[in-house]
């Protein structure tokens, strides 16, 4: 198995958990500590390749009882090839494997990957129903994973999440960063680890990446943050450099596992990504609270208001963190949105997903009430029968029948439309499963 992910998102801590947890001894090697072993894994001699790893673990390995962990994989990229000869030639031991900006690494490696013969799965900070475990409050979770489209929902637990929820938009997920808020929840020190992590992604980027773009990408790293949402146009971000520079940094995050594209796509049809226009697409960062130190954010985590909520594109950040729920940890999941643009002006639904043959889109609103023109053009173009608001509203499920302006002339759009509140994003899946 390979387990990717940005760094600092938990994957060494898993392994180890997942270790203990199946009773078997863990050998594990940071790769990092052995840039050398790199020449050894090129020789897909596993005789040779045992010897050195059980010289560097200095003790031998039981591969009846054992489980390897190769950490940080990207520092020595032939260890990736030679799993082929793992799974062949040793095939009682597990080997998982983990790392970051295992792209970058690759880049300068022409040998091919063991297809078939080696799993991915992918990890992502704590979404917020892992953050209310944290914080020991399994009730609340379990009010949400078990509440039901159309019954009601009490205001007190509106309240109670709303806040937790707040204090989520500051923190984030980073594992690092919450397991020190709860045990001093009134400290402010993890805003330094917020910025030790920020501060990590920028120098990693020295590692792998050739020097000559190194201080365009790093500029790029810190610029787009600020225009998380927005359709992504290069003079924007380094108005001295070409578009496709531009780009090219913006994959390297996006592979980095640092940024989460939104393309754009008509949404005639499914699939959504058959219909996607590569050059126009917006951006969401890794994690809302490492987003929020990027672009200044500084406010306390025992505010009562909800002005945060309003604050640029927060709200979008936190759905596009937790559609991931539409696919598996096999994936990576890709997100959509839609965007029409015209002299008279422009029209833009924040997400479309896929459930089957059907288009759902996916408004967003920070507060409690907003026009929802965009999505009733969308709705009346493409005959959607259902589609989704996420805002501070308590959930309810309203028939709208409206008739609709669009440039092709007006339309009717009748539609079930889903009221849900923010903290219902991670649920989204399974609540539209019975409708």
């Excluded at 390297?252 to 008509?266: C, D, E, G």
Aim: glycine share 8%; with cysteine; proline share 5%.
């Amino acid at each position: 198995m390979v387990l990717r992910g940005a760094r600092q998102v938990g994957k060494s801590t898993a392994v180890r958990m997942f270790a203990e947890s199946q009773k078997r001894t863990l050998y594990e090697i940071n790769l990092e500590r052995y840039p050398s072993l790199d020449k050894t894994f090129a020789t897909l001699d596993l005789g040779v390749i045992r010897s050195e790893l059980e010289g560097a673990l200095k003790k031998g390995i039981d591969d009846q009882a054992g489980l390897l962990f190769l950490d940080e994989v990207q520092a020595t990229p032939h260890a990736l090839a030679a799993l082929r000869y793992f799974h062949e030639e040793w095939p009682q031991l597990p080997v998982i494997a983990a790392g970051s900006l295992l792209e970058f690494a690759l880049s300068d490696h022409s040998f091919s990957m063991p297809v078939g013969r080696i799993q991915y799965m992918f990890m992502q900070p704590l979404t917020f129903a892992e953050f209310l475990l944290a914080k020991g409050e399994p009730w609340l979770l379990e009010q949400i994973q078990t509440y039901e489209l159309g019954k009601p929902w009490p205001l007190s637990l509106h309240e109670q999440l709303k806040k937790l929820l707040r204090t989520y938009f500051l923190l984030g997920g980073m594992p690092e960063v919450v397991a020190y808020h709860c045990k001093h929840p009134r400290g402010g020190d993890w805003v330094g680890l917020q910025d030790n992590i920020v501060g990590t992604y920028r120098d990693d980027f020295a590692k792998y990446e050739k020097k000559s773009q190194i201080p365009l990408l790093q500029s790029v790293y810190d610029r787009l943050p600020r225009e998380i949402g927005h359709k992504i146009k290069a003079s924007n971000i380094a108005p001295d450099k070409r578009a496709a520079q531009v780009r090219t940094c913006i994959q390297h995050l996006v592979q980095a596992r640092l940024v989460r594209p939104a393309l754009h796509t008509s949404g005639d049809g499914v699939p959504l990504s058959a219909q996607v226009d590569d050059k126009v697409f917006k951006s969401y960062w890794l994690d809302i609270g490492l987003l929020n130190r990027m672009v200044g954010m500084d406010l306390p985590l025992t505010g009562t208001d909800e002005s945060l909520f309003f604050k640029g594109k927060l709200a979008e950040q936190f759905v596009a963190q937790h559609l991931t729920d539409f696919a598996s940890a096999k994936d990576h999941q890709t997100l959509y949105y839609w965007l029409r643009e015209g002299k008279t002006g422009n029209a833009e639904v924040d997400f479309l997903v896929q459930k089957g043959t059907e288009i759902l889109p996916i408004e967003v609103k920070s507060g409690k009430s907003g026009a929802l023109k965009s999505l009733l053009q969308f709705v009346a173009l493409r005959g959607c029968r259902r589609a989704v608001k996420f805002s501070l509203d308590l959930p309810a499920i309203e028939r709208a029948n409206h008739e609709v302006p669009t440039p092709e002339g007006a339309r009717r759009a009748e539609f079930q439309l889903y009221h849900l509140p923010l903290y219902f994003a991670g649920e989204l899946n399974r609540l539209l499963r019975g409708q």
